[in-house]
């Protein structure tokens, strides 16, 4: 079966980290919202004269995030249809609520739920200091303005999106990325994968 992950979370827990290591023992199209659709929205931001790293304007959520979305999945459509395995790396809260999403996705690529095995890795982190130290520490300009506004992620850290798909609850890991990704903690998630 063809695999299809995501790695769902909020900013600085590690999802793309956690990818990255993963994606080192399976091979998989690699498909990070952020680096799919961000210089496009950046410039349509700058354009209308907004701050072109802030995700939670409203402009941004009512004329961007899905348009970033749509293009994300559209990449995974591709994929799959091609017989490639595919890492998902984003929030996905709403698509994750949405029961539908996910059988549009595999039915859009062509196949069928018997071909393709669906997880989700919720990365999470239960040190608040640690998730600020890994935003401060990749040094990316999107991340001015969550830096800026910390007090709204705080209640954000160990936080779990409602997963309406249909898939089983051994579908579902919550993986805490606190302290070291360890060779250990990797092996947890190849074989989560792979079950």
Not at 12 to 24: D, F
Not at 91 to 113: M, N, Y
Not at 137 to 152: F, M, Q, V
Request: aromatic residues 10%; proline residues 2%.
């Amino acid at each position: 079966m063809q695999k299809l992950v995501f790695f769902a979370g909020v900013a600085g827990t590690g999802k793309t980290t956690v990818a990255r290591k993963l994606s080192v023992r399976m091979p998989a199209a690699f498909l990070d919202r952020d680096t799919i659709g961000g210089r496009f929205v950046e410039a349509i931001l700058e354009m209308k004269g907004l701050d072109k790293n802030d995700r939670d304007s409203q402009f941004y959520k009512d004329n961007l995030r899905d348009l970033e979305y749509d293009a994300t999945r559209d990449v995974c459509v591709e994929n799959l249809a091609a017989g490639q395995n595919v890492f998902m790396i984003s929030p996905f809260t709403a698509e994750l609520k949405d029961r539908e999403w996910i059988e549009e996705v595999i039915a859009d690529a062509g196949l069928s739920r018997e071909q393709v095995d669906v997880k989700v890795a919720v990365i999470t982190l239960q040190d608040m200091e640690l998730q600020k130290e890994r935003i401060v520490e990749r040094r990316t300009e999107r991340d001015k303005w969550k830096l800026e506004h910390w007090s709204d992620f705080q209640k954000r850290v160990d936080f779990v999106p409602e997963i309406n798909w249909d898939i089983p609850a051994s579908s579902i890991l919550v993986f805490d990325n606190s302290g070291d990704l360890t060779e250990e903690k990797v092996e947890q998630l190849y074989r989560f994968v792979n079950e």
